[in-house]
C-alpha cells in the first residue's frame, strides 16, 4: 500500500487512512465505523474497477476485524472479480471467502468467474480460485468445476497441483459423484516425490479416513511405504493417522505397522511426530503388548517433562491406555496424583479422570475420601468436577463398585455440604435411586437425610434445593426407620422452608403428610397391641381398647423409654406421645394455613390434602384424651380407620421403573396412537414440546403412591430386615466411624445456623497426596481380604437393561454416498471385490454379488507391496507378483521366499501403472482357489 | 483439521480471523467472545491447549499477540503449535522482525501469507522459503499493475485539470 496511487489523487481515503482513522478515534469507533461504510456504500458503486476495489478491501477488513455486514457488497464483488488486474482479483477473492456462504443470492454467477481463473496460465490466479472455491463450494459449483479440478490435479505445476489436492476434499464433500472422475487421480499423487504434493494427498486421505475408514483399506500397501519411506514429519503425522483408523479394522494390518511405528518413536527428535505415534499406539494397537510397553515408557517422559503442554498430553494418552492397560496408569500414579494440585486447571482435569480410573471398589471410600478433602480446598469450578467425577463413577452400572452403601450414603451427604457443591441434581437423583433399589440402606438414607432436613442453613443454597427434595422424599417414605420421626416433622415444616422453590414445597409437604400418617398410627397401633382385643373391626370390644389405651398414654409418659423398648425400635429415641402428636398436628395447621393461598396449585392441593386430613383426625384425637371413652369411641375408631387407611395406602412399596416400562403396557382398544397430529401442530406450532425425558425415573416421588402395579420389579419381602440392619448400622458405625457425622443430641434442635459447610471430619489435609498415593498402590493388587464387614446388599435391578435404551439402531456402516462413491471407485468400477472383512460387515447394494468371487487379486496385489516397501521403484512389480506368489503358497511365506520371488519378478518388470490397474480384470484366469483373505501380513 | 484460526491481542482485539468451516457472521462474533474470555486469562505457564465445544484450542502467545487455532479432537496438538510458529517466522521473515502493528495495517498481507500456508484448514506448504518466494512473485504482480494504474491515473488526472 505504500506510494501514492489513484485512490490518493482521487481522494479516496485508503485501507489505511481507515486503520488511522479507526485507531486515533476522534469521533469515537462506532460513530467512525458507520461513517467509513457510508463512504464504502457510495464507492462501491463507482465504475472505476480501483475505486471498487479499494472500497471492497475496506469493506472486507471492517467484515472481518469488526464484524460488520458485508452482505450488500456480494454483486460488486463480482465485478470487481471480473477485472483483469490480479491486485483487483486478489481483493474480489478475499472478500468472496470472507463473506459468501451457501445462501448468497449472487452464487450462481461465480462459476464461469472461478472457471475461467482455474484455466489460467498464470498459477497465482489459479490458486486464488482454488482457494475460493475450497471455502464457497456448495452442491452446484462442485459439480460444474469438477472437470477444471480434475485437471488440475495433474498439472505440471506442483503449485497448483497440491492445492487442487487440497481442494478436492471439499469437493468430494459437496458433490460425491465426483470421486468417481477424481479418486484415480488423486490415487496417483500419492507415489508423487514432491513432499508438498504427497502431504497434500495424505491430508486428504487422513480426513476422508476420519469418516469411513473402511474403505481405504485397500489402499493400505501405499500408506505404508509411505509410512517407512517418509522422511518428513508433518506426512508421517498423516499417516499415522490414518493407520489409527484403519489398524482396528484389519488385525493383521496392525501387526504389520507396528514396528515401523515403534522405530519412528524410538529415533525420532520430533515431540509431535512422537505423540502421534504414541497416540497411534494406545488408540489402535492397544494388543500389541510390548508396543504399548514402548508408548508408555515415552509417555513417561512426557510427564516428567517441565513443559505444561507435554504433561497434559501425557495424561490424555495415559487416559486412553487406562481402558485397556491400568496398570500404565498405576505405574506412573505419583505424577498422576501430583498433577491434581498443578496450577492449570486442564491438567487437573486430567488427572483427576486418570485417578478415576484407578477407582476399585476396594479402594473407592479411600479416595473418595482424600478426593472430597481435595474438593473441600479447591475453586468452585474444580470442586464440582472432581463431585461429579466421583459421583459418576460411583454410580456406573448401578453402582457396581460400591459395596458399603451405608458409607456411600452419608458420604452424599457430606459431598453435599461442601460450600461449593453445585451437583445437587446428581446428589437428589442418586439418593432416591438408591433408596428405592437398596433395602439394606434405607435405615442410614433416613438418618443423612434427616441431618440434611434439620440443618436450616442449608435451605439458603439453591444448589441444595435438589438435594434436599431428594432427603425429604426418602424421609417421608422411609419414614419407619426414623429414630425420631417427631423432628423430621419439625424439620420438614420449619418456617425457612419458604425458601424453597415451589414444586420441591410441595414435595416437602407430602413427605410431612407422610410422616404424620406414620405418627398417628404408630401412635394408634401402639395402644391396640397393649389391648389386643381392639381391633378396628371389633367395634362392641372399643370400650376396653380406649381405656387401655387411656392408660398406656398414662404409663407411655411416664416410663417412655422402657415401652418404646418393648414396642419396637423405631421409636426407640423418641416416643410418640398424644402430646407431641396434638403438638404437631397445631404446628400442621400454623405452617401450611398460609399455603392455602399459595399460588403454586401443587403447593396449595397438597397443602389441602393435609389439612384437610388434620381436620379429620384432630378433634377424634382431642377428645379422647379429654373426654371419656363413652361420647368419643366410635368417632375415634373411625379415624383410626382412616389412619390405618392412609398408612396402608403410604406403605407401599416403591421401585424403580424401567425406562421402557411404558413399551409394556398394551395398547387399549379405542386408543388411536398413529393417527396424523399434523393438524394439532398447526395449531399449536409454537409451543416447544416437552424435552422427552418423563420416564425415566429421576422423579418417581410424583407418582402416586397406591394404585401402580410395577408388574416387572422385583421386589424383596423383608420383614425381619429392620431390626437387622439397625444392629449392623451400629456395628458399621462403631468400625467405620469416621466416614459417619457425628450425631450428637444437640445439635439436632440448634437453633443458630451454622454454616452451610461444617465439615467436621476434615482431619489431616495435608497429606492427601501421599495418602492417595499409597492408596491406589494397593487399587490393584487383589486384596486378600475384604474390608467390608458384611456382604454387598442387593441392589435391585429390573429384570431387563436398566441404564439407558439402547440405541434403536446402531449406526449401520456409513453407506453415505462420499464412501460409496469411494468404494466404487476403488473396488466397484475396476470389478474387483474388496477384502473378506469388508464383505462380511458392509451391506451396501452397489457391490451385491461381487464379492462373492473367492479371489481378489487386486487388493492382493496391492497388499503385497506392504511387504516390500524399501524401494519405490520395485512397488509396482511387486504388485503383480503378489498375484504370481499366491499361486504357490498363499499363507506361510517368509521374507526369503518373498526376496526370491522379487528376483524373479525384477526380471520381467513390465507396463505402467495404469496397467496395473487394470490387471483387475485377469483374475478369473486364476484357478479358483480356497476363499482368499487378502493377506496385509505377507 | 483447522477449523479457524484467530489473531486476538492481549487487550481482546482481534487482529486477524480466518474461517475454514462455516459460520455465520453472529457465530463468528460469540466464538471469538467465548475464546478470548478463555485464553486471555489463562496464565503464562499453563499449557497451550483448550477444550470447547467438543473441538481443540491450541494457542500461544507471541509478544502481545495471542495466535489460535481450532482443531478436530483427534488433532496433533503439537503439530498446530509447529504451524502457528511456522506462520510467526514466516512473518517476521516478511515484515522484518514483525509487531503487532504491522499485521496491524498490513491486514490482507497478513492473510495472503496465511493462505499460502494453509489451505482448506490443512498445511499447504512448509518450507518458509518457499512461501516468502510465492509471497513476493504475487507482490511484484500487484505492483506492476498498480504502477501502469497509477501512470494511467495519472493521464486521466492531467487531462481532466
Known amino acids: 500500500m505504500s506510494g501514492p496511487s489513484l485512490m490518493d489523487s482521487l481522494f479516496q481515503p485508503s485501507l489505511e487512512d481507515l486503520i488511522k482513522g479507526l485507531r486515533q478515534q476522534l469521533i469515537g469507533e462506532q460513530a467512525f465505523i458507520s461513517k467509513s461504510l457510508e463512504e464504502i456504500r457510495k464507492e462501491i458503486k463507482s465504475t472505476d474497477l480501483s475505486t471498487k476495489s479499494t472500497a471492497l478491501l475496506k469493506l472486507s477488513y471492517l467484515s472481518n476485524l469488526h464484524f460488520q455486514d458485508m452482505s450488500f457488497a456480494a454483486f460488486p464483488a463480482l465485478e470487481v472479480l471480473s477485472s483483469p488486474r490480479f491486485s483487483h482479483k486478489k481483493i474480489a477473492y478475499h472478500a468472496i471467502s470472507l463473506s459468501f456462504h451457501d445462501s448468497t443470492p449472487v452464487l450462481l454467477l461465480i462459476t464461469n468467474h472461478l472457471r475461467k481463473d482455474l484455466n489460467s496460465t498464470n498459477e497465482f490466479e489459479v490458486s486464488l480460485s482454488l482457494q475460493c472455491l475450497s471455502r464457497i463450494a456448495n452442491v452446484d459449483l462442485a459439480r460444474d468445476l469438477t472437470p477444471e479440478v480434475f485437471a488440475l490435479l495433474s498439472s505440471n505445476k506442483f503449485y497448483v497441483r497440491k492445492r487442487a489436492v487440497a481442494v478436492v476434499l471439499r469437493v468430494f464433500e459437496k458433490y460425491p459423484d465426483s470421486v468417481r472422475v477424481c479418486f484415480k487421480r488423486l490415487v496417483e499423487n500419492l507415489e508423487n516425490s514432491d513432499p508438498q504434493v504427497l502431504s497434500a494427498v495424505v491430508g486428504v486421505f487422513s480426513e476422508l479416513a476420519c469418516k469411513d475408514p473402511r474403505s481405504y483399506l485397500p489402499l493400505a500397501p501405499e500408506f505404508y511405504k509411505i509410512l517407512v519411506d517418509s522422511k518428513n514429519n508433518w506426512i508421517s503425522i498423516k499417516v499415522l493417522k490414518i493407520f489409527s483408523k484403519l489398524a482396528p479394522l484389519e488385525p493383521r494390518l496392525a501387526k504389520r505397522v507396528v514396528e515401523p511405528i515403534c522405530d519412528l518413536m524410538r529415533n525420532t527428535g520430533a515431540k509431535s511426530l512422537l505423540f502421534e505415534c504414541i497416540r497411534t499406539v494406545v488408540t489402535s494397537l492397544s494388543e500389541n503388548e510390548s508396543a504399548v510397553r514402548l508408548a508408555v515408557g515415552k509417555v513417561r517422559e512426557f510427564l516428567e517433562d517441565e513443559d505444561p503442554n507435554l504433561k497434559y498430553l501425557g495424561l490424555q494418552a495415559l487416559r486412553i491406555v487406562a481402558e485397556k492397560h491400568l496398570w500404565a496408569v498405576s505405574e506412573n500414579k505419583e505424577v498422576v496424583i501430583k498433577s491434581l494440585s498443578d496450577a492449570d486447571p486442564n491438567i487437573k482435569i486430567e488427572s483427576l479422570r486418570l485417578v478415576m480410573a484407578m477407582v476399585s471398589e476396594h479402594n473407592v471410600s479411600e479416595i473418595s475420601r482424600v478426593l472430597v478433602n481435595y474438593a473441600i480446598k479447591s475453586d468452585p469450578v474444580f470442586c464440582n468436577e472432581i463431585l461429579g467425577s466421583i459421583l459418576s463413577t460411583c454410580s456406573r452400572n448401578l453402582y457396581e463398585i460400591i459395596v458399603d452403601f451405608d458409607w456411600y450414603v452419608s458420604l452424599l451427604g457430606e459431598m453435599s455440604r461442601i460450600a461449593h457443591c453445585q451437583m445437587g441434581d446428581e446428589i437428589e437423583n442418586q439418593l432416591i435411586d438408591i433408596g428405592l433399589r437398596v433395602k439394606d440402606v434405607r435405615p442410614e438414607l433416613v438418618r443423612v437425610a434427616r441431618d440434611l432436613l434439620i440443618d436450616p442453613a442449608l435451605l439458603g443454597n439453591s444448589f441444595l434445593h435438589g438435594v434436599l427434595s431428594g432427603a425429604a422424599w426418602a424421609s417421608g417414605e422411609y419414614v419407619e426407620f426414623s429414630r425420631n420421626p417427631l423432628e423430621l416433622m419439625e424439620a420438614l415444616l420449619q418456617p425457612r422452608t419458604s425458601l424453597l422453590p415451589p414444586p420441591i414445597r410441595a414435595i416437602y409437604i407430602q413427605a410431612a403428610f407422610k410422616v404424620l400418617v406414620f405418627c398417628l398410627h404408630t401412635c394408634f397401633m401402639r395402644g391396640k397391641s397393649i389391648a389386643p382385643s381392639a381391633s378396628l373391626d371389633n367395634l362392641p370390644a372399643g370400650v376396653s381398647a380406649s381405656a387401655s389405651y387411656e392408660s398406656f398414654d398414662d404409663f407411655s409418659v411416664e416410663n417412655g423409654a422402657d415401652v418404646a423398648v418393648v414396642h419396637g425400635q423405631t421409636c426407640a429415641s423418641a416416643p410418640i406421645t398424644k402430646e407431641s402428636i396434638v403438638n404437631i398436628l397445631n404446628m400442621v395447621e400454623l405452617a401450611l394455613g398460609p399455603l392455602l393461598g399459595s399460588h403454586d396449585v401443587e403447593v396449595q392441593e397438597r397443602a389441602r390434602n393435609l389439612l384437610g386430613f388434620v381436620d379429620l383426625t384432630k378433634p377424634e384425637i382431642l377428645n379422647s384424651s379429654i373426654h371419656e371413652k363413652r361420647d368419643s369411641e366410635g368417632k375415634r375408631v373411625e379415624s383410626s380407620k382412616i389412619i390405618k387407611l392412609m398408612h396402608d395406602a403410604f406403605s407401599k412399596e416403591l421401585g424403580p421403573v424401567s425406562l421402557s416400562a411404558q413399551g409394556k403396557v398394551s395398547l387399549p382398544d379405542g386408543l388411536v396412537l398413529k393417527e396424523n397430529l399434523g393438524d394439532l401442530e398447526m395449531i399449536c406450532g409454537d409451543i416447544e414440546p416437552p424435552s422427552s425425558n418423563s420416564f425415566s425415573f429421576g422423579s418417581p416421588y410424583e407418582e402416586e403412591k397406591d394404585g401402580l402395579s410395577f408388574s416387572n420389579l422385583q421386589i424383596r419381602d423383608d420383614n425381619e430386615q429392620s431390626n437387622e440392619s439397625t444392629s449392623l448400622l451400629a456395628a458399621h458405625r462403631k468400625r467405620h466411624g469416621l466416614y459417619y457425622l457425628s450425631s450428637g443430641k444437640s445439635e439436632m434442635i440448634s437453633n443458630d445456623y451454622p454454616p452451610a459447610s461444617d465439615h467436621t471430619l476434615q482431619g489431616d489435609i495435608n497429606d492427601n497426596a501421599d495418602d492417595l498415593v499409597k492408596l491406589t498402590a494397593e487399587s490393584l493388587i487383589p486384596k486378600r481380604k475384604p474390608k467390608h464387614g458384611k456382604p454387598r446388599p442387593v441392589v435391585v435391578k429390573l429384570d431387563e437393561v436398566d441404564e439407558k435404551p439402547v440405541a434403536m439402531k446402531q449406526p449401520e456402516s456409513r453407506d453415505d454416498s462420499l464412501s460409496g462413491a469411494v468404494r466404487d471407485v476403488l473396488f466397484g468400477s475396476e470389478d474387483i471385490p474388496p477384502t473378506s472383512s469388508q464383505s462380511n460387515l458392509s451391506n451396501s447394494s452397489k457391490r451385491k454379488g461381487k464379492e462373492k468371487q473367492h479371489t481378489d487379486p487386486h487388493t492382493e496385489s496391492k497388499v503385497s507391496a506392504v511387504g516390500d516397501g524399501n524401494s519405490s521403484s520395485r512397488r509396482r512389480k511387486d504388485r503383480s507378483q503378489g498375484k504370481e506368489r499366491r499361486h504357490r503358497s498363499p499363507r506361510k511365506k517368509n521374507d526369503e521366499e518373498r526376496k526370491d520371488a522379487d528376483q524373479k519378478e525384477k526380471k520381467k518388470s513390465s507396463g505402467g501403472r495404469h496397467k496395473s490397474r487394470q490387471r483387475a480384470e485377469e483374475p478369473l484366469k486364476v484357478p479358483a482357489q480356497t476363499p482368499v483373505i487378502p493377506d496385509f501380513l505377507l | ?161
Not at chain 2, 485464553?39 to 499453563?46: A, M, S
Not at chain 2, 484450542?57 to 488433532?75: E, G, N, T
Request: proline share 1%.
Open chain 2, 1 to 161: 483439521m483447522i477449523h479457524f484460526v484467530l489473531l486476538i491481542s492481549r487487550q481482546g482485539k482481534v487482529r486477524l480471523t480466518k474461517w475454514y468451516s462455516p459460520y455465520s457472521q453472529k457465530e463468528r462474533t460469540k466464538v471469538i467472545r467465548e475464546l478470548s474470555g478463555v485464553i486471555l486469562t489463562r496464565g503464562p505457564k499453563l499449557c497451550n491447549f483448550v477444550d470447547w465445544r467438543g473441538f481443540k484450542v491450541v494457542y500461544k502467545r507471541y509478544a502481545s499477540l495471542y495466535f489460535c487455532m481450532c482443531i478436530d479432537q483427534d488433532d496433533n496438538e503439537l503439530e498446530v503449535l509447529e504451524i502457528i510458529h511456522h506462520f510467526v517466522e514466516i512473518l517476521d521473515r516478511y515484515f522484518g522482525s514483525v509487531c503487532e502493528l504491522d499485521l496491524i495495517f498490513n491486514f490482507h498481507k497478513a492473510y495472503y501469507i496465511l493462505d499460502e500456508l494453509l489451505l482448506a484448514g490443512e498445511l499447504q506448504e512448509s518450507s518458509k522459503k518457499t512461501i516468502a518466494r510465492l509471497i513476493a512473485a504475487q507482490d511484484s504482480l500487484v505492483e506492476t499493475a498498480k504502477e501502469q494504474a497509477s501512470s494511467i491515473s495519472n493521464i486521466i488526472a492531467q487531462a481532466t485539470k
